[in-house]
C-alpha cells in the first residue's frame, strides 16, 4: 500500500487536504497527517477538522508563535523524525506556509519524495516569506501539482523542463472543495444580524499589511470608510489583532473571530464584493461570482487580473476606496477552465497511486 505523509498547518492547507484526503481514501492509500501547528488558535484549525472531512492529524507538532527561521527550524526537525519512523513513499505539502517548505525540506534531505500541490505560482515579490516558500519548494519537489496554465509557464520560464522532475496540470483543489461543500448550511447570517441586508466581506492578515504600520493604518482607515456606506464584515486574525492593538489603530467594522469554512461559505455567496489580502479567498470569491479588490501590491493569481474578476489596490486608503465604490455589487462570471473541473483531488491521487 502507498503510504503518504502530508504536512499542513495553516486554514487555507486545511481546505485543500480536505479534497484531496477523500481522494487518496477512495484509492486507498494510506495517508499520514502532520499538523504543524502553525494556525493554532482553535477558531483558525480545530473547526475545520471538526466540520469537514479532513482526516484528524496524527501527529500535532504544537510550533507556533515564533519567527520565520525559528518556527521552519523546529518545524524541520520534528517532521524529520516522523519521515524516520513512518518511512512513507511520498511526503505531501501544499501551498506556500512556513510548514509546506519545512516538511520538503525535510523530506528532501531524507531522499523521500515530495509532491507539491499548487506548485508554480508566483507573485514576483521576494519580500513576502510565501514567496520565498514556495519557489523553495517547488525546487526540492519532484511531483508539481500546477492549479492552472500561469503556473505551468512559470515553471517553464525558470528551467524546470531541464530539472528532473514531473509537472502536472491538474487545476484547483480549493474549487474541488467548494464544489463539494457549497450546499452546507450555516447560522452566521443570523447571528451577525445580515440577514437580507447588504455587505462587504474582508479579511486582512499577511505579513506585507500587518508588519507595515503605514500599510496597515491606511488599509484600516479605508475600511472605515467604506463601512460607513456599506457594512463590513472582516473575520480578524490573532496577528492582526495584535498589530492593530500595538499600533493605536481603530477599525470600525463588524468584528468577528476567525470563522470556519461553512460561515465563510455562507457569507461569500451572500456579500457584495469581498476586499482581501488573502491568496486562497481571491479565488473562493471568484469561485462565488464575487468581484474581489486585493489589499495588495501582487497577486500569484494572476488569471483572475486578466479575467477582470480582481484588481490589485495596494494599501492606498484612497485607492481602494474608489475601486470599492466602482465594483460593490458587481456580479462576475465565472469560468471552469481557469481552474480545472473540480476533480483535481482525484487527478491528484490517480498520480500518487502509480
Not at 481522494?23 to 486507498?28: E, Q, R
Not at 457594512?231 to 468584528?255: E, G
Request: proline share 3%; hydrophobic share 40%; charged share 25%.
Amino acid at each position: 500500500m502507498i503510504k503518504i505523509l502530508t504536512v499542513i498547518g495553516a486554514r487555507p492547507q486545511f481546505i485543500k487536504a480536505a479534497a484531496v484526503s477523500r481522494a487518496l481514501k477512495k484509492v486507498g492509500i494510506d495517508e499520514i497527517v502532520v499538523h504543524t501547528g502553525q494556525h493554532y488558535d482553535a477558531n483558525m484549525s480545530d473547526v475545520f477538522f471538526n466540520e469537514m472531512d479532513i482526516r484528524k492529524p496524527d501527529y500535532n507538532l504544537d510550533i507556533n508563535d515564533l519567527g520565520h527561521g525559528a518556527m521552519t527550524g523546529r518545524m524541520l526537525e520534528k517532521i524529520e523524525e516522523i519521515i524516520l519512523q513512518k518511512k512513507p513513499d511520498y511526503v505531501l505539502v501544499y501551498g506556500d506556509t512556513n510548514s509546506t517548505l519545512a516538511g520538503a525540506l525535510a523530506a528532501s534531505k531524507l531522499h523521500v519524495p515530495v509532491a507539491h500541490v499548487e506548485a508554480g505560482l508566483r507573485s514576483f515579490d521576494m519580500k513576502m516569506p510565501e514567496e520565498v516558500n514556495r519557489i523553495l519548494t517547488d525546487r526540492v519537489s519532484n511531483i508539481l501539482f500546477c492549479p492552472t496554465q500561469a503556473a505551468i509557464d512559470n515553471l517553464e520560464k525558470e528551467g524546470y523542463k531541464n530539472f528532473n522532475v514531473e509537472i502536472l496540470k491538474v487545476g484547483d483543489v480549493m474549487l474541488d472543495t467548494l464544489l463539494y461543500y457549497r450546499d452546507k448550511k450555516s447560522n452566521v447570517l443570523k447571528q451577525l444580524n445580515l440577514e437580507g441586508k447588504r455587505f462587504i466581506l474582508a479579511t486582512l492578515h499577511r505579513a506585507e499589511n500587518t508588519n507595515n504600520p503605514e500599510r496597515l493604518r491606511s488599509i484600516c482607515e479605508a475600511i472605515n470608510e467604506i463601512n460607513n456606506k456599506v457594512p463590513v464584515v472582516l473575520p480578524l486574525h490573532p496577528r492582526t489583532k495584535s498589530y492593530l492593538a500595538n499600533n493605536n489603530i481603530s477599525l470600525d467594522a463588524i468584528i468577528t473571530e476567525p470563522l470556519g469554512y461553512f460561515d465563510m461559505l455562507s457569507l461569500l455567496s451572500t456579500c457584495e464584493l469581498v476586499m482581501t489580502d488573502s491568496g486562497g479567498l481571491q479565488k473562493e470569491s471568484y469561485f462565488c461570482g464575487k468581484f474581489c479588490v486585493t489589499l495588495r501590491d501582487q497577486t500569484e493569481w494572476v488569471e483572475l487580473v486578466n479575467a477582470d474578476a480582481n484588481v490589485l489596490a495596494g494599501a492606498d486608503k484612497k485607492t481602494i476606496v474608489q475601486l470599492v465604490s466602482d465594483n460593490v455589487g458587481r456580479k462576475i462570471g465565472f469560468d471552469k477552465s481557469l481552474y480545472g473541473d473540480g476533480h483535481a483531488a482525484d487527478s491528484i491521487a490517480a498520480r500518487l497511486l502509480k
